[in-house]
């Protein structure tokens, strides 16, 4: 497509469940980030791929959260045991290059509530 | 670690006028980039404008325009002949260019109306 997708647009869970956010980035960019967005708050990093692989981990709250890229494209943001504090909007973002000129595109988000 | 601040939660234009969106930044860092983003209703952030720290040069866009004061760790965002299409909130954003990470620092946001 010729934009970040994530599916779904909403999410609505109860406590305790296990919940999977998809996010498929624009074709050929090989950088991909996820964020999450508390209500008034800006985005908040919280994992980034470079290819496959997570270069940077550091922003995942616990290890109730876990990301994987698996092909280099298609990310799954994956939280186990879910509590209502992550209720928030998940964004995604891919890139072409790490460089000078580096713009991350943003999809329009998965609101994820959890009762 | 870098911080960004939006002192401002909201401001509010006349359809037609100019308004200008405040960002403050922390940072030991010499080389940096900075961003302005839109995140209208739809949730989906689009970037507005960007500015490479190490030019002294205001970057512009169209209707759009920073003023990028280094010294001051400054970035504001002035938005001339405001739209009712400017509505949203703004958010002012920050990134290393070192190896540190490709992350943005993204600050609290403002939420931008226009009166028609």
């Known amino acids: 497509g010729a934009g970040v997708s994530q599916t779904p647009s909403n999410k609505v869970t109860e406590k305790g469940k296990y919940v999977e956010l998809r996010c498929d980035p624009i074709?050929?960019?090989?950088?991909l980030y996820w964020y999450r967005q508390s209500l008034g708050q800006g985005p908040e990093f919280l994992i980034y791929f470079q290819g496959t692989g997570a270069a940077d981990d550091s922003g995942l709250p616990n290890d109730r959260f876990f990301a994987v890229r698996p092909e280099g494209s298609v990310s799954t943001l994956k939280i186990q045991r879910t509590e209502r504090g992550d209720s928030a909007v998940y964004l995604c973002a891919s890139s072409l290059i790490r460089g000078v000129m580096e713009t991350q595109y943003f999809g329009p988000g998965t609101r994820l509530l959890v009762l | 670690a870098q911080t960004v601040t939006q002192s401002q939660p909201e401001m509010s234009v006349q359809e037609a006028e100019t308004v200008t969106l405040s960002c403050t930044y922390d940072?030991?860092?010499?080389?940096?980039?900075l961003f302005w983003y839109k995140q209208p209703p739809s949730r989906q952030m689009i970037l507005v404008i960007r500015?490479?720290?190490?030019?002294?040069q205001n970057a512009t866009e169209n209707r759009f325009s920073v003023n990028f004061q280094k010294a001051a760790k400054s970035f504001s965002l002035k938005i001339s002949d405001s739209q009712l299409g400017d509505a949203a909130m703004y958010f002012c954003?920050?990134?290393?260019?070192?190896?540190?990470?490709?992350?943005?620092?993204f600050g609290g946001g403002t939420r931008l109306m226009v009166k028609p």
């Open positions: 954003a920050y990134r290393s260019a070192g190896n540190a990470g490709n992350m943005l620092t």
């Open positions: 940072t030991s860092e010499s080389d940096y980039y």
């Open positions: 500015q490479e720290a190490y030019k002294q």
């Open positions: 074709s050929g960019h090989t950088a």
